[in-house]
């Protein structure tokens, strides 16, 4: 309980004063980056298109946009790339928040926008979308310092369908929270299709990673 009130302090004070500092400087092919170009070129199908619309959700600071931008330009001629993160102003022991890293990060693409908001606030549509660890439990939540008002994981999954036209990659950390994300697709009846162990030579990670593809509008 008191964790939850803390965060729920804090997180009204850094959405209300919206502080950082300014003129983050980073490496846009950074390891980030290197790494979801890979797992997108090896678990998400792609066919080339006229226009693409693409949304991340949960996209923190944004360091690895520019591999979604890489990989999805090159199967379109023109790409929108929209990112949504609700706790944008979240800082760095440094003092720069998501929000200014991401800025950063963006800034040489084209049709690229960083959302600071709930995805619940998000209504286009979107033809594929990209969710990376989302909260299926609530210690992860809270211990990333959100209020346990934002769990809700089931109506976020639901919403996130609504927005999709084609594809979503899901991908979860661990087999625990992979089951329960497993259990929740098929509590919704969203049809899925569990691509395992997501891996990848660029990184490696403690706790494997599952994958789930969702297609909307045709089988596999």
């Known amino acids: 309980m008191f964790e939850n009130l803390k965060n729920n302090f804090d997180f009204y004070i ?3 004063t919206k502080f950082s500092r300014k003129n983050y400087s980073g490496n846009p092919d950074n390891i980030e980056s290197k790494y979801l170009f890979d797992i997108l070129d090896k678990y998400f199908p792609m066919d080339d298109k006229e226009n693409v619309s693409v949304l991340d959700i949960g996209s923190k600071n ?3 946009v520019k591999g979604e931008y ?3 330009s ?3 001629n023109f790409l929108k790339l929209d990112g949504v993160e609700i706790d944008a102003y979240r800082m760095n022991s440094d003092f720069y928040s998501r929000y200014e890293i991401a800025q950063f990060y ?3 693409l084209d049709n690229v926008r960083y959302y600071p908001d709930n995805l619940l606030n ?3 549509q979107y033809d594929y979308i990209i969710w990376i660890l989302p909260f299926v439990t609530p210690y992860p939540l809270l211990r990333w310092g959100l209020p346990e008002k934002f769990f809700m994981p089931e109506e976020l999954l639901e919403h996130a369908y609504k927005l999709l036209n084609k594809q979503m990659l899901i991908i979860n950390q661990g087999v625990d929270e992979a089951q329960i994300q497993k259990k929740m697709l098929e509590v919704l009846c969203i049809k899925y299709k569990d691509l395992g162990v997501i891996k990848s030579n660029i990184l490696e990670f403690k706790n ?3 994958g789930f593809l969702i297609q909307k509008q045709t089988g596999f």
């Open 14 to 16: 850094r959405s209300f």
């Open 62 to 64: 944004w360091a690895y």
């Open 70 to 72: 890489d990989f999805f």
């Open 74 to 76: 090159r199967y379109c």
């Open 106 to 108: 963006i800034k040489n």
């Open 122 to 124: 998000i209504n286009d």
């Open 208 to 210: 494997d990673r599952y």
